[in-house]
């Protein structure tokens, strides 16, 4: 698609627009959600409160409607309903308005759902840290961007919409080469990793580095990053029906954490241990990771996926995340002349500059050919629980994406078509259906 095309649905006759009026928000409330169906079988592109009763509004805010996922409370998929959002949101003089195309789905809003992710505002609350999209109208100091300008955004939260508004500071310009589904899919995975490989651990050529989750988004991003410099050894864990696609994606040694013990994996192809591992696990694991390394080495802790088992929060996984939590003084620390780090890019996000800066280089680096976000699959919005299942399950490779625009009757959820896939392909069939099984499951759950 390109930059120029115009402004989808109800919002072509007013990009040049400022109009001020702030958006009707319908979040539900969990109480007066109770008992109502599913999204993902509601038609949800109505208007949502389009009662006849109502007061008599503005012809714009009649006009203006958008769809937005919600989180409404903490627990299983069905906590995030789609809504509709009416009234076109105000503008300050700093921020563009922005018609989203894609959004990207991490694993803190799989944390958020289960009410794990401190930075997320408590429901109803829209999640969503990063989003691709076209730039419709602009405040009146924004000088940088103009209205059709194609951008990727990143905010702490409230992007899965169908349309935003963020300070233009926060969106920046996509290569033109780069599809909508690439630019929401790169900014939290490729800052995250760059920062960790390069402004932290200082990664050089020859040196060995662990990586988990080496298939998911930061792990596939990590180890692209890694190919920059000469002769890294990249050590991945993943489950085994990916090692084929992270082997070609550069891992050096795929690891199935699932079948054996990747310490002693590592130790028997690497006995001096590592210089670098990236640990998103959290409890045990940090203890491992800690004692992997080399002299020298560097820790990056950088999540607690280990906390998570399912759709809903196991309180004795996370009780024994946290029992299992790794500790060291500094003296010890001294003494193993290793470097422990901890990494959140949440906490960096009123690091204006550094944001930008990293961002500009990974933007160069997309440009050069040199990274290139992996799209394990696309769902819209409605399919958001069907999307969260997919990373839950494990199945995913690379990105999971949602689409704001209504799905079309009879589509299915897009795969990543590559041949190198054949064996995943017929894994995702077979989670297709666990998939519909799975609507069906909320589908009971709502009645
Ligand atoms: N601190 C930060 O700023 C920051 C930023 C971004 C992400 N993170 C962390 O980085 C990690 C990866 O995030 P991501 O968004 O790129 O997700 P992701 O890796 O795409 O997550 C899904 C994949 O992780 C693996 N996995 C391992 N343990 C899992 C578990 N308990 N539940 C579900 N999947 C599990 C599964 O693949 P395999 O079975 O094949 O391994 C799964 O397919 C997460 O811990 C996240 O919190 C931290």
């Known amino acids: 698609m390109s930059g ?22 319908e979040p539900p409330s969990e109480a007066a959600q109770e008992g109502e169906p599913s999204p993902a079988e509601e038609p949800a592109d109505e208007p949502a409160a389009a009662t006849p009763d109502r007061a008599p509004v503005a012809p714009d805010e009649e006009v203006f409607s958008y769809r937005a996922l919600f989180l409404t409370g903490y627990g299983g998929y069905d906590k995030v309903k789609l809504q509709v959002k009416k009234g076109k949101p105000s503008l ?29 505002p408590s429901p109803p609350v829209t999640p969503g840290m990063e989003c691709s999209g076209v730039i419709e109208a602009l405040g009146e100091e924004v000088t940088d961007r103009k209205v059709g300008d194609r951008v990727l955004v990143l905010s702490r ?84 029906s990916k090692h084929e696609t992270i082997g070609q994606g550069g891992v050096t040694h795929p690891i199935d954490y699932r079948t054996r013990d990747y310490a002693e994996e590592i130790r028997k192809i690497s006995p001096k241990g590592l210089d670098i591992v990236l640990d998103p696990l959290g409890g045990s694991d940090t203890q491992k990771a800690f004692s992997l390394l080399k002299p020298m080495g560097t820790l990056i802790v950088f999540g607690a996926a280990n906390c998570v088992t399912g759709q809903k929060k196991n309180l004795l996984a996370v009780a024994k995340t946290w029992y299992n939590q790794f500790t060291i003084n500094t003296l010890r620390l001294m003494h193993a002349n290793k470097a422990v780090c901890g990494f959140h890019l949440g906490y960096l996000s009123d690091e204006d500059e550094l944001i930008t800066q990293t961002m500009t280089r990974l933007l160069e680096l997309y440009t050069q050919g040199k990274i290139k976000p992996r799209i394990d699959s696309t769902y819209h919005f409605e399919q958001v629980g069907d999307a969260m299942r997919r990373m839950h399950e494990r199945n995913n490779i690379g990105k999971v994406i949602l689409l704001p625009e209504p799905k079309k009757e009879e589509e299915k959820p897009e795969s990543n078509p590559e041949p190198a896939e054949t064996e995943d392909k017929k894994e995702e069939e077979k989670d297709e259906n666990k998939m519909e099984t799975g609507t069906e499951e909320v589908k009971r759950e709502e009645n």
């Open 4 to 25: 120029e095309e115009a402004p989808a649905r109800q919002q072509q006759e007013s990009a040049e627009d400022k109009t001020e009026n702030p958006p009707t928000e």
């Open 92 to 120: 300050k003089n700093a921020e563009v308005l922005v018609r989203v195309k894609a959004c990207g789905l991490n694993f803190a809003e799989l944390l958020g759902r289960q009410g794990m992710y401190e930075l997320l």
């Open 157 to 240: 939260h409230g992007l899965w919409q169908e349309v935003v508004v963020v300070p233009a500071s926060h969106t920046f310009i996509m290569p033109e080469s780069m599809s909508f589904e690439e630019a929401a899919a790169l900014p939290v995975n490729y800052l995250t990793a760059y920062m960790m490989l390069f402004e932290m651990a200082n990664v050089r050529a020859g040196q060995s580095i662990l990586i988990h989750m080496a298939a998911g988004g930061v792990g596939i991003a990590a180890t692209q990053l890694c190919q920059l410099l000469e002769d890294v050894t990249v050590f991945g864990t993943a489950s085994a």
